[in-house]
C-alpha cells in the first residue's frame, strides 16, 4: 500500500500562483510514475500533468506553459508550480502514482484549489 499526501491547495487570486505538494510512503518512490490529476463538482478527473522516473514530463493543453510538474526523490515528493491561475482551474487536486505496467493506481486525499476572478 502507498500513502500519498497532498498539501498547499488554497484560495488564490486569478494571475496568482500555487505550489502543491504531495509526499509518498514507498521506499521505491524512484520507480513510479507520479501525476496531478484536478476534478469539479460534476466532472470528470482530468490527468493535469505526469512525471517518469526519467524525469520525463507531460501537461495536459489547459495547463501547459502555466504549470510545471518535477520530483524530489530524495523526500519521495511531487510538486505542482501553478502559476498564471484563471477561475477555470478551480477544483480538488488529486496525487496519483503507479508504476508503469501495473494495474494499481494509488491516489491522494485531494486537495482544493480556488481561484478567484
Known amino acids: 500500500q502507498v500513502q500519498l499526501v497532498e498539501s498547499g491547495g488554497g484560495l488564490v487570486q486569478a494571475g496568482g500562483s500555487l505550489r502543491l505538494s504531495c509526499t509518498a510512503s514507498?521506499?521505491?518512490?524512484?520507480?513510479?510514475?507520479m501525476a496531478w490529476y484536478r476534478q469539479a463538482p460534476g466532472e470528470q478527473r482530468d490527468l493535469v500533468a505526469s512525471i517518469y522516473p526519467s524525469g520525463g514530463t507531460n501537461y495536459a493543453d489547459s495547463v501547459s506553459g502555466r504549470f510545471t510538474i518535477s520530483r524530489d526523490n530524495a523526500r519521495k515528493t511531487v510538486y505542482l508550480d501553478m502559476n498564471s491561475l484563471k477561475p477555470e482551474d478551480t477544483a480538488v487536486y488529486y496525487c496519483?502514482?503507479?508504476?508503469?505496467?501495473?494495474?494499481?493506481?494509488?491516489w491522494g486525499q485531494g486537495t482544493q484549489v480556488t481561484v478567484s476572478s
Open positions: 496519483a502514482a503507479k508504476i508503469s505496467k501495473s494495474p494499481t493506481n494509488y
Open positions: 514507498t521506499r521505491i518512490f524512484g520507480i513510479y510514475t
